[in-house]
């Protein structure tokens, strides 16, 4: 048991101690990219190429101030907090007398020491180590985040004066002058896009620790703000709240790069010089637009959803009738389970004594029935998308075996390699759902002693040993009886666990079949234009013309197989892991219900990584159109690559039905729920 005020102590230290970590890290991750930041911050003193900025001496008057005002900030907050600390000295060592406490007081921040230190001069020693270990440490953070303000500010600098020369790109009427001036442009804006890449590459897995740690931060020190009763720890705790927030805000500032350009170009259209763009060149209309417009896997498979390969495209009567009488025999254990949850509601639901209209539940019973829910979740669901999926099986069997031809624009780069990361990944993920279900297995035969005395003591009648909680007619603690009850129930959980895995892998493995050719689509269009030929160029872009609808058919009908079935995936995955959320909160088979909870996650990861990856691949082709060598080609084969652009300016996805579209965000989204089911049956 914990006294009633440790949470009063200990906010401070949990914050602090989050604090340091985070702080640690983001200092390792930045020494280890500090070649990069270095690099990148020496390209941003080039002017050579394009003229320096306007109002550059301005900004970096600008930034040098705000640089001052954050880091005096810094400085000054520390210094209040030792004050403060130092005020509730005497107050501290009052404390320590009535509770028999040995906290050192005085100190900026609680720590621990093997012997006494409140005497002169180690106390003065020891108070200046932490003050400065704390104005270095502290620092750090804000260094990195302002680092990152900057750099983003001299990034915006060149997008403003890439405004200004696409203003005045048009002034000339010579075709020429024009051209060489949006030229200019491209470079000038192609420049910008590397510093911008190389910029979120230099920060974005410190930014991400930064943003992490201020919230749990964050969290502690209001903790620490609503329970200190002084006015002085208040102080305290505002004073590193508001460091805190400061340093998120800066780390924030950084999506001005991001918006830029797009906020950019409206007062550009906005202008009277848009008046110039009607008597442009056709070329340069077009040039100008582009710049603004900026063999299969069939073994991991589980073959009892899977026909006969020469009846894949038109499976017989006895392909349904194997899935029919699979779903017949596993609806025994399923059953069996149900019916545990409902002879557990009705042993632990009885009358009130004085009023006989109420009933109630015994206060153990949610103990009992977490397992059971989450497992009739997934039964159902698993239900679902195993018919949703033998339903949609010759549509996916027809989209296998186009993915599998090549004749058309040949075989992909770096298709064997692709193969065998799959390859490698699937069977380390079925190898998890096999070794889980065995590890659940022998943890419920060791606590199978332990239940049988449960049962004794509280005259219960549970099926000991079981994988799953199960209700049968009839007793089966007794050979052999109970082994082949046991062997039924983990092979049924072995089948049909692996389908959500299965289901949500191939639907991973199709999309990044599909990515393979987005990137083997990609190279074609950079060389399209390699060659001035004009029949040549042509050719080629028509080719990838053909290629990229192709590509969009496949995305189609990939959508058109799973969407349905990740909606279920997804609905009950939150579902099951609340509940499973829940059995571990409780205490009830924690080992179990880990394994079963990671599981799901897993399966859950494995389907949104695949959205994400398409999401992202699909992203990528207009960086492609742009990167090929498009303003050197013949004019009509830019008229018609800008209906190519514009068509991939549409991303590519996977639905999850009405629930959203297969990504990072879902997955988060997910979570959230199931934390919020758990939330609910714990409250």
């Not at 659940?440 to 909680?469: D, H, R």
Request: net charge negative; with cysteine; hydrophobic share 45%.
């Amino acid at each position: 048991m914990f006294a009633d005020d440790v949470d009063v102590l200990i906010s401070e230290d949990i914050g602090f101690m989050v604090a340091f970590c985070g702080l640690y890290y983001m200092t390792i991750i930045y020494v280890k990219n500090q070649p990069k930041v270095a690099a990148l911050l020496r390209d941003l003193s080039k002017f050579e190429d394009f003229g320096k900025p306007p109002g550059f001496e301005e900004e970096e008057t600008r930034l040098s101030f705000w640089s001052k005002f954050f880091f005096g900030y810094t400085v000054i907050g520390i210094l209040g907090y030792n004050l403060i600390k130092l005020a509730q000295k005497s107050e501290c060592e009052k404390i320590n007398t009535e509770k028999g406490l040995n906290e050192n007081c005085g100190i900026l921040t609680p720590t621990w020491t093997p012997f006494r230190i409140d005497y002169f001069p180690v106390f003065h020693l020891v108070f200046l180590y932490v003050f400065a270990s704390t104005q270095i440490l502290m620092k750090l953070g804000l260094m990195i985040s302002f680092n990152l303000f900057e750099m983003a500010h001299h990034v915006i600098l060149r997008i403003n004066h890439l405004k200004i020369m696409i203003i005045e790109c048009f002034e000339d009427e010579d075709y020429e002058t024009s051209r060489n001036k949006l030229r200019k442009c491209v470079s000038y804006h192609l420049q910008i896009l590397d510093l911008a890449t190389r910029l979120d590459d230099c920060f974005s897995n410190g930014m991400f620790a930064h943003l992490t740690i201020t919230a749990a931060i964050c969290g502690c020190l209001e903790k620490q703000f609503v329970d200190d009763e002084s006015d002085l720890g208040r102080l305290a705790a505002l004073i590193h709240f508001l460091g805190w927030i400061m340093a998120l805000f800066l780390a924030l500032l950084q999506f001005l790069t991001q918006f830029g350009i797009r906020n950019g170009i409206k007062p550009i259209l906005d202008s009277e010089e848009i008046c110039c763009l009607y008597w442009l060149d056709h070329k340069q209309v077009f040039i100008l637009v582009l710049a603004l417009l900026g063999y299969f896997h069939i073994h991991s498979l589980f073959r009892l959803i899977w026909p006969n390969e020469d009846e894949e495209m038109n499976p017989s009567k006895w392909y349904y009738i194997r899935i029919a009488t699979f779903l017949l025999i596993t609806s025994v254990w399923t059953g069996s389970v149900l019916m545990h949850l409902v002879m557990t509601l009705k042993s632990n639901f009885y009358l009130c004594p004085n009023h006989k209209e109420e009933f109630f539940f015994s206060d153990n019973v949610d103990l009992y029935v977490s397992e059971e829910v989450g497992f009739i979740v997934a039964f159902c669901g698993l239900y679902y998308m195993t018919i949703n999926y033998v339903k949609n099986q010759p549509k996916v069997a027809l989209l296998l075996r186009d993915l599998s031809n090549f004749e058309k624009f040949g075989k992909p780069p770096g298709f064997e390699e692709k193969e065998k990361k799959l390859s490698f990944w699937s069977r380390f993920f079925f190898g998890y759902t096999v070794v889980g279900a065995i590890v659940y297995s022998l943890v419920k035969l060791t606590l199978k002693s332990e239940c049988e005395e449960i049962n004794k003591e509280k005259n219960l009648n549970e099926n000991c040993g079981i994988l799953t909680p199960i209700w049968t007619p009839f007793e089966i603690d007794y050979f052999p009886v109970f082994y082949l009850v046991f062997l039924y129930v983990l092979i049924s959980t072995q089948i049909l666990m692996k389908l959500a895995l299965m289901i949500s892998y191939n639907s991973l493995e199709i999309a990044h079949h599909i990515i393979l050719r987005i990137d083997h689509l990609k190279i074609m269009i950079i060389q399209c234009f390699d060659d001035d030929d004009y029949e040549l160029g042509q050719k080629r872009l028509k080719k990838c013309i053909a290629y990229h609808q192709e590509i969009l058919n496949f995305a189609t009908r990939l959508d058109d197989c799973f969407s349905y079935g990740m909606f279920a995936h997804l609905t009950i995955t939150a579902a099951i892991c609340g509940c499973l959320e829940k059995q571990f909160v409780d205490g009830n088979n924690q080992i179990g219900a880990f394994i079963h909870v990671f599981g799901w996650i897993m399966a859950l990861f494995v389907a949104c990584i695949g959205g994400q990856h398409f999401i992202d691949s699909s992203a990528s082709i207009p960086e492609a159109i742009w990167a090929s060598k498009w303003y050197q080609s013949d004019v009509r084969l830019r008229r018609d690559l800008l209906f190519m652009l514009a068509r991939s300016q549409r991303g590519l996805y996977i639905t999850a039905g009405p629930f959203g579209v297969l990504s990072f965000s879902l997955f988060v989204s997910v979570l959230k729920m199931s934390y919020s089911i758990l939330a609910m049956l714990t409250s």
